[in-house]
């Protein structure tokens, strides 16, 4: 899901080359060349002694070594390389984390809460004061020389690692180098190769909502992953207000797309730029890595593009890269600008016998952030095709043999997908809004008989909108794609029904589902991606899928899919931590759909489902659950544990979810969720405002009125308690009492959960009382008159435990 600001403009140091496609001629495209081709200078190779670098939280001293700078660009040195090739040589990075959340992340990956490691050599990137800081420290310290003679040695040993690293920084850098108001630069980051952790990242970035992280690419299991040790708010930061990352917004776009016979669609792309910072001389924008900006204007002038695709970047920009616009002149707050893009890509795979799918799984249009815009889209098609997207159908016409299709949407939304394919329709008008689900005519070649369905592609890290996560499920060799249509278009129109009652109007008054190849789904605004699987009678008929996952298919993808409506598109999460809560929430009103028409039992095999995944063991012996607090996003997909993303985002989400529920009793719950797609409209919400939200709706009285507590343990901490009730009678009616002890295992001993005991009396009454765990032993009484029947702790899933 969205981030509210611009994810990090920054690349990791992956063994990458990247394909540079600079266009010649601009400012931008010079000094991105000018990086590409930089080299260190002899001139300025220095043997040094005891220097140091204090960027905010992070301490990197250069304590014995060589210590070689590169040559200018735009006046300023912005690289050097540091080695500790000296006998007794050395070098030391410091990092404490601030919080304990932060300290418990990195020690996940290092083994320590503190970063302390010592390193053999450093590449420094700075666009700030770094360059004079280092300089100025050389005369104090005795030893400190030029060391010409290895000038040359060094810069041809390092050159190629400083054209490499800086080529998947150039865009990054080229922004920092052009300077513009609103834009802060003083970027440092360091690559590190460490004497314990290898080879490892650091970077402050002014630009990020949070401005330091560290991490380290790595691979497992024949995929690359970017572990994100830390990433917080820089010291600076920390006590200054919240400063807005919004430097310009976006709205009115207007979107012109041609599909060529290749499949690359070729569009034009006009929208409103109204900038909220004076004099902007640079503005950039994302993209999908497939799509590539060939040129721009700004109010009918010519602008520089710059756009050098970079591998190195997808691994953490969402399946998008950054690309500059530098308009002709400075932009004007209060004053609004007419952009227009140029861009073509192949964003559109073919899955064999006319069945296409749109792959990229970033931005197909230019984008900034989280932005509510109205979208006029017109796109060319070859004539035997149907495209769908968000809006209302404008025009539909053939011309020779293009079919030219034109939607609007008269209402803002977050972001506008598309779909396209040679579909058949079942359509089903309702009082306030119409669901058209379109089926493809033939089946993708990946699910026709005698071959195994191709895995779905990885999902990138940090990226801005997930897809849901893929079940790894081989599925039966299916037959009809068209087999279940009416009835899937009954099922989302019930769903919709379902939800439309509880947390009001959908995003737009109209559903388009499309199939996707695959097992995932995504939900945009007006339109859904629902996998193939979804679509045919039975996919569990083989025994390749257990219960919970045909339900997945059957019933719960949909629903998930159609929840999103308002859990990520009518209300989106403020940044990448809050991104579960939209997942939980679109998970748990599908479960919600489900008890109502499968029954309460279906609802609790998933929630059984998904604890176990939860409590499944890894290689180390620890569960898939403890892996990291929910809050940590799209990091928790990492190599250490990759099960733990999807585990805990759905299914610990659905958990927690499910148990303020329970808390709140059913009337409350669903006042709740009314309350939070009404007050987050068209807003992005974030886990403490949930939280606060939430608690309004507790019963009053609660021992835990804010929901602090719930909140420490269940979502910003990890652990899933074992919860035993052991208890006796004692007295006689009418004085009898029934006293209990509740024992807790297998958390930390700060761990506190509210869990019920349900006393079942005769004449068929039950007296349910919550009782708060600890490390210790709890005893409790309760007077009940009679002797009841039966005493059960939690009998009805009110509590995620072991
Ligand atoms: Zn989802």
């Known amino acids: 899901m969205p981030y509210r600001f611009p994810p990090r403009w920054l690349a990791f140091s992956l063994a990458l080359v990247c394909c540079a496609a600079a266009r010649a001629g601009g400012r931008a495209a010079d000094l991105a060349r000018q990086i590409r081709e930089n080299s260190f200078d002899p001139q300025e190779c220095y043997r040094v002694r005891d220097l140091h670098l204090e960027k905010e939280d992070i301490r990197i001293y250069l304590t014995d070594g060589h210590l070689i700078f590169s040559k200018p660009v735009a006046g300023r040195r912005y690289a050097a ?121 650091l970077l402050y970035d002014p630009q990020s909502p949070e401005q330091i992280l560290g991490g380290q690419v790595s691979n497992r299991d024949a995929r690359l992953y970017f572990d994100i040790w830390v990433s917080f708010v820089a010291r600076s930061f920390r006590d200054a207000p919240a400063r807005s990352a919004q430097r310009f917004a976006l709205s009115n776009f207007r979107i012109d797309s041609t599909l060529a016979p290749d499949l690359t669609l070729n569009c034009i792309t006009r929208v ?178 005698a071959t195994v369905v191709a895995p779905p592609p990885p999902l990138p890290i940090g990226r801005r909108r997930p897809a849901d996560a893929p079940l790894t499920a081989a599925p039966p060799p299916p037959p009809d794609p068209l087999g279940r249509l009416a009835s899937l278009a009954n099922d989302v129109a019930s769903a919709m029904d379902f939800m439309t009652a509880r947390f009001g109007p959908p995003a737009l008054p109209y559903l388009t589902v499309s199939p996707i190849p695959g097992t995932f789904g995504q939900g945009f605004p007006g339109l859904l991606y629902l996998s193939t699987l979804s679509y045919l009678r039975n996919p569990g008929r083989s025994a390749n899928i257990n219960a919970a996952q045909e339900i997945f298919f059957a019933d719960l993808l949909q629903a998930h899919e159609v929840a999103h409506q308002w859990w990520g598109n009518r209300v989106a999460a403020a940044t990448y931590r809050d991104n579960w809560l939209m997942e939980a929430l679109a998970n748990y009103s599908a479960l919600l759909f489900l008890e109502k028409t499968k029954g309460e039992r279906t609802m609790e095999m998933m929630l059984d489902s998904y604890r176990e995944q939860l409590l499944a063991t890894g290689e180390s012996g620890r569960t898939v659950e403890s892996a990291g607090p929910i809050v940590l996003g799209s990091r928790l997909e990492n190599s250490v544990e990759p099960r733990a993303w999807h585990a805990i985002t759905y299914g610990k989400g659905s958990w927690l979810i499910h148990m303020l529920r329970r808390q709140m009793g059913d009337e409350r719950f669903f006042a709740m969720l009314a309350a939070l797609a009404k007050r987050y409209d068209h807003q992005t919400v974030s886990t403490e405002q ?45 004085a009898a009492k029934v006293s209990g002890i509740l024992t807790q295992t297998g958390v930390d001993d700060d761990f506190t959960a509210l869990v019920p005991v349900d006393i079942q009396l005769a004449r068929g009454s039950t007296i349910t009382r919550w009782i708060r765990s600890s490390s210790d032993p709890v005893r409790f009484t309760v007077p009940v008159g009679q002797v009841p029947l039966k005493v059960t702790l939690d009998p009805h899933h009110n509590v995620l435990r072991r």
């Open 690 to 734: 949930f939280r606060q939200l939430a608690a309004e709706f507790l019963p009053p009285k609660s021992d835990d009125p804010h929901l602090e507590t719930f909140f420490d343990q269940w979502v910003y901490g990890t652990g899933i308690p074992g919860l035993k009730l052991s208890y006796s009678l004692t007295g006689k009616a009418p």
């Open 272 to 449: 409103t730029v109204k900038p909220l910072v004076d004099g902007i001389t640079v503005t950039p924008f994302e993209i999908a890595s497939q799509m590539s900006v060939s040129a721009a204007t700004v109010d009918g002038r010519p602008a520089e593009v710059f756009d050098a695709e970079s591998l190195r970047s997808n691994l953490n920009r969402g399946g998008n890269h950054l690309f500059l616009v530098v308009p002709p002149e400075p932009l004007h707050a209060g004053r609004q600008y007419e952009f227009e893009f140029h861009h073509a890509g192949k964003v559109i795979e073919d899955a064999g016998d006319r069945v296409f799918y749109v792959a990229a799984r970033g931005n197909w249009y230019p984008a900034y952030g989280v932005q509510y815009a109205t979208f006029d889209l017109l796109f060319r098609v070859p004539r035997d095709l149907d495209l769908v997207s968000a809006g209302q159908l404008i025009e539909d016409r053939i011309d020779g043999d293009t079919r030219i299709i034109r939607r609007r949407t008269a209402v803002t939304i977050r972001m506008a997908g598309f779909n396209l394919g040679n579909y058949k329709h079942a359509r089903i008008q309702h009082g306030g809004y119409s669901v058209d689900v379109c089926a493809n005519r033939s089946l993708e070649q990946a699910l026709q008989p």
């Open 81 to 201: 390389i540091f080695t500790a090739d000296v006998e007794g040589g050395d070098g030391e990075v410091i990092l404490l984390p601030p919080n304990r959340a932060e300290r418990s992340s990195l020690a996940s990956y290092t083994g320590s809460p503190n970063l302390d490691e010592h390193f053999r050599s450093v590449l420094l990137f700075f666009t700030g004061d770094d360059y004079a800081a280092l300089k100025a420290q050389m005369p104090s310290t005795p030893g400190n020389r030029l060391a010409p003679e290895l000038g040359a040695t060094m810069a041809e040993q390092w050159n190629s690692v400083l054209r490499n690293v800086g080529a998947s920084y150039q865009t990054r850098l080229t922004l920092d180098l052009l300077g513009s108001p609103g834009f802060t630069s003083g970027l440092l980051v360091g690559v590190f190769n460490g004497i314990k952790d290898g080879n490892f990242d």
